[in-house]
């Protein structure tokens, strides 16, 4: 069985920082694609940033280049993101998802908010 399980979120001041993890069971980040997605209220869910399971390249939503960083940990089967100089436009509930030949997975969601 699948679980991907995100945490990390959270209340935050603009211009803050905040790092969301996930943690996989069942699905490994060393042969699946990982990615963060968003959904703010009233929006349609986004893909913020991905890192592909072969050479670990990542690439990021234009509205977070230079902001977030994503990355894993394959010994710990765990993907990352860091997020730098929030604003109250990355408010939304941040889903991770792992990609493999077969299906993705989605985990239960984190909450970040920044706001002061």
């Known amino acids: 069985q699948v679980q991907l399980v995100e945490s990390g979120g959270g209340l935050v001041q603009p211009g803050g920082s905040l790092r969301l993890s996930c943690a996989a069971s069942?699905?490994?980040?060393?042969?699946?694609?990982g990615s963060w997605y968003r959904q703010a209220p009233g929006k349609e869910r986004e893909l913020v940033a991905t890192?592909?399971?072969?050479?670990?390249?990542?690439n990021y939503a234009d509205s977070v280049k230079g902001r977030f960083t994503i990355s894993r940990d394959t010994a710990k089967n765990t993907l990352y993101l860091q997020m730098n100089s929030l604003n109250p436009e990355d408010t939304a509930v941040y889903y991770c998802?792992?990609?493999?030949?077969?299906?993705?997975?989605w985990g239960q969601g984190t909450q970040v908010t920044v706001s002061s």
């Open positions: 069942g699905v490994s980040f060393s042969t699946s694609a």
């Open positions: 998802n792992a990609l493999t030949k077969l299906a993705g997975y």
């Open positions: 890192i592909t399971y072969r050479a670990g390249s990542a």
